[in-house]
């Protein structure tokens, strides 16, 4: 059974940053391709971040390119998302995906999803 758990998110300033992180279990993820999507009240769940597990290779939204960076540690089989320059837009829950092999953007692509860590940034 795959878990993926958040952790990290708070109530921050703008300007401030976070460090996200997201705790795998379950499986080995050699083959697997983990994101971040996030989710604004009322807007739709949209994507982030990803990373290969094995070879760390990465992918980001427009929107958060340069200020994002997504990273994983082998050995704590966990999935980090630094956050920096945040703005009161990037107020979301933020959500940890898996899914073996598909580097996909769309939410459907994903089986694994982990509960959330919501992100309030003020202005």
């Known amino acids: 059974q795959v878990r993926l758990v958040e952790s990290g998110g708070g109530l921050v300033q703008a300007g401030d940053s976070l460090r996200l992180s997201c705790a795998a279990s379950?499986?080995?993820?050699?083959?697997?391709?983990m994101a971040w999507f996030r989710q604004a009240p009322g807007k739709e769940r949209e994507f982030v971040a990803r990373?290969?597990?094995?070879?760390?290779?990465?992918y980001y939204a427009d929107s958060v390119k340069g200020r994002f960076t997504i990273s994983r540690d082998n050995v704590q089989n966990t999935v980090y998302l630094l956050v920096n320059s945040l703005e009161p837009e990037d107020t979301a829950d933020y959500y940890c995906?898996?899914?073996?092999?598909?580097?996909?953007?769309?939410?459907?692509?994903?089986?694994?999803w982990g509960q959330g860590t919501q992100v309030t940034v003020s202005s």
């Open positions: 990373i290969t597990w094995s070879g760390g290779f990465t």
């Open positions: 379950g499986r080995t993820f050699g083959n697997y391709f």
């Open positions: 995906a898996a899914n073996y092999g598909r580097p996909s953007t769309r939410p459907g692509e994903y089986d694994f």
